[in-house]
């Protein structure tokens, strides 16, 4: 069981390598598809997660749709932006965010176009030895994904990555879930956590 990040500007997807077969983990901003492409082999893409439904994490989904001839996969509660292209704004909660986002709405909330999912995210495995969990609080449709082989977790945005370790995000909908998903995380105690924002680690803030 292997995870690679793969860097796009200021988010990050990844791939899952399980053995039989791989998964991509979310589909970055619009324009993310052909660098997304260039860094796995089509043929091995078992499934598209995505991990919630934020432009920056479905935006390139109609990019890579026509290539990867895996399921796509998204909570429930996120089908309608996907399936649409529907713009979710995020929940800001920091004056500099309100600003950055104010300057550069053109920019954050570029239009895409939709895909339809080929299934809705339950809570469990989805393949052997890679299970998903239900983690809102960041958005209703957020989930993460353990791997209890090597003990890691890709939680999305549903924490934050810095230099000192992984606190709360400064974008959610709802605080109180947000803190009993990341309690639920903290439970399994992982030896890693991959972030879509920052350094990925094991050391919480939280």
């Not at 901003?29 to 492409?37: M, Q, Y």
């Not at 393949?127 to 090597?150: A, F």
Request: charged share 25%; no cysteine.
């Amino acid at each position: 069981m292997e995870v690679q990040e793969i860097n796009l500007s200021f988010v990050k997807s990844f791939i899952i390598d399980y053995g039989r077969g791989q998964i991509l983990v979310d589909t970055g901003t619009p324009g993310s598809g052909e660098k997304i492409l260039r860094s796995l082999n089509p043929e091995k893409i078992q499934y598209v997660v995505f991990t919630h439904s934020h432009p920056d994490h479905i935006g390139g989904a109609h990019e890579v749709r026509g290539v990867l001839k895996g399921k796509f996969a998204i909570d429930s509660q996120g089908v309608a932006y996907l399936s649409q292209g529907r713009v979710r704004e995020p929940v800001l909660h920091s004056p500099l965010l309100k600003v950055i986002f104010a300057v550069g709405k053109p920019f954050f909330f570029k239009k895409f176009q939709g895909v339809e999912p080929d299934m809705t995210l339950k809570e469990g495995e989805i393949v052997e030895g890679v299970e998903i969990l239900r983690t809102p609080g960041h958005t209703d449709d957020s989930v993460s994904i353990y791997l209890p082989t090597i003990n890691a977790v890709i939680v999305g945005d549903t924490l934050q990555g810095t230099k000192k370790g992984l606190k709360y995000p400064s974008i959610y909908e709802d605080f109180q879930q947000l803190e009993k998903s990341v309690e639920k995380i903290k439970s399994l105690r992982p030896s890693h956590v991959y972030v879509s924002h920052g350094k990925s680690g094991k050391d919480f803030l939280v």
